[in-house]
């Protein structure tokens, strides 16, 4: 069985920084997309990033564009989250979510990525 996980969640002061994992066991990241979600309390769930298979395309929605960072680390088979200048309201659960792509596509889909889910890692953002 294809298992997600995400490691490196915690909490931070606003402006502090903050760097999530997502890996997989039963399969190699190479053959997915890969994408962050997150979802705070009594809100629905929301894309945050996503990145294609070949490593070569992130894309990244308006309210974390310039202050996180999606990449592929080949050697340690994760999808890495680097989120800095972190808010309050970036509060929330963040969750990788992974596509089976056949192909190498030069672009992710934030909103199809959904074959696989991990469990979640909080994020708190707060003085």
């Known amino acids: 069985q294809v298992h997600f996980v995400e490691s490196g969640g915690g909490s931070v002061q606003p402006g502090g920084s903050l760097r999530l994992s997502c890996g997989v066991s039963?399969?190699?990241?190479?053959?997915?997309?890969i994408g962050w979600f997150r979802q705070a309390p009594g809100k629905a769930r929301e894309g945050v990033a996503c990145i294609n298979r070949r490593g070569d395309a992130p894309y990244y929605t308006d309210a974390v564009k310039g202050r996180f960072t999606i990449s592929r680390n080949n050697v340690k088979n994760t999808v890495d989250l680097q989120m800095n200048d972190l808010r309050p309201e970036d509060t929330a659960i963040y969750y990788c979510?992974?596509?089976?792509?056949?192909?190498?596509?030069?672009?992710?889909?934030?909103?199809?990525?959904?074959?696989?889910w991990g469990r979640g890692t909080q994020v708190t953002v707060s003085s």
């Open positions: 979510a992974a596509e089976f792509q056949a192909d190498a596509l030069p672009y992710c889909i934030l909103e199809t990525l959904d074959d696989y």
């Open positions: 039963g399969s190699s990241l190479s053959s997915y997309d």
